[in-house]
């Protein structure tokens, strides 16, 4: 079936450093893929999206690259604040099941 | 309103007891989905609806597990006698239509569910 990977956390950088969150998928055909942002005490919050392969997402100076060959969607961003302290999760389209598959999630703590 | 909404916010059950979680999702919006995020995991399908039709119930762990919208707008979860693994955030999410590549999707804060 469809599984979403993504690195464990947490994830501890200080401000304005160099952030990367791995995700790689397993999935039959292209999936759309996803990444999500918890924020305490809130609901999950699309972060940003890519459809096909080599689509670049970005968002709120995040980005990630749907890359077919390596089967991955990594999140990156140059330069983090201490706003950006969540919980991140990657996520694909099942587009045979019709619904989301959520890897378990990267909680990123970010300190001035 | 302007976003999904789901209450109780938080709910203590005792091992046994039955509870109902209930999403209001976007006004108008077709498409409702409920997830279960157990406490450090990602989120997992539960149940599906697409106005008052619940077309896939697959995700549901349990017959004691039981999702209706009856009139294709507001939407409850219920959960019958209650156990500890049962402990989770429950998530909802609407959409304006069956998104075919999961764009669109809005999801609520989710009900903290915790069974004692």
């Known amino acids: 079936g469809n599984s979403v990977t993504q690195m464990e956390g947490p994830v501890t950088l200080s401000e304005e450093a160099f952030l990367t969150i791995n995700c790689t998928y397993t999935a039959t055909g292209y999936p759309s893929l996803f990444w999500y942002v918890q924020y305490p005490g809130e609901g999950l919050q699309l972060l940003l999206k890519a459809t096909k392969a080599d689509d670049k997402g970005s968002n709120k100076g995040f980005e990630a690259t749907y890359r077919k060959e390596t089967t991955s969607f990594h999140l990156e961003k140059g330069s983090v604040q201490v706003s950006d302290s969540a919980v991140y999760f990657c996520?694909?389209?099942?587009?045979?099941?019709?619904?989301?598959?959520f890897g378990p999630g990267t909680r990123l703590s970010v300190l001035p | 309103g302007a976003g999904v909404s789901q209450s109780p916010r938080y709910k203590v059950a005792k091992r046994g007891q039955d509870v109902a979680l209930r999403c209001d999702p976007i006004s108008g919006h077709v498409s409702l989905f409920w997830y279960q995020q157990a406490l450090g995991q990602g989120p997992e399908f539960l149940t599906y609806?697409?106005?008052?039709?619940?077309?896939?119930k697959s995700g549901l762990p349990s017959d004691r597990f039981f999702a209706e919208r009856p009139e294709g707008s507001v939407s409850t979860l219920k959960i019958q006698r209650t156990q500890q693994e049962d402990s989770a955030v429950y998530l909802c999410a609407s959409s304006k239509k069956r998104e075919d590549r999961g764009y669109g999707y809005t999801f609520g804060s989710g009900t903290r569910l915790t069974v004692v």
């Open positions: 609806f697409q106005n008052e039709a619940q077309l896939d």
């Open positions: 996520a694909l389209w099942d587009n045979y099941g019709q619904n989301f598959v």
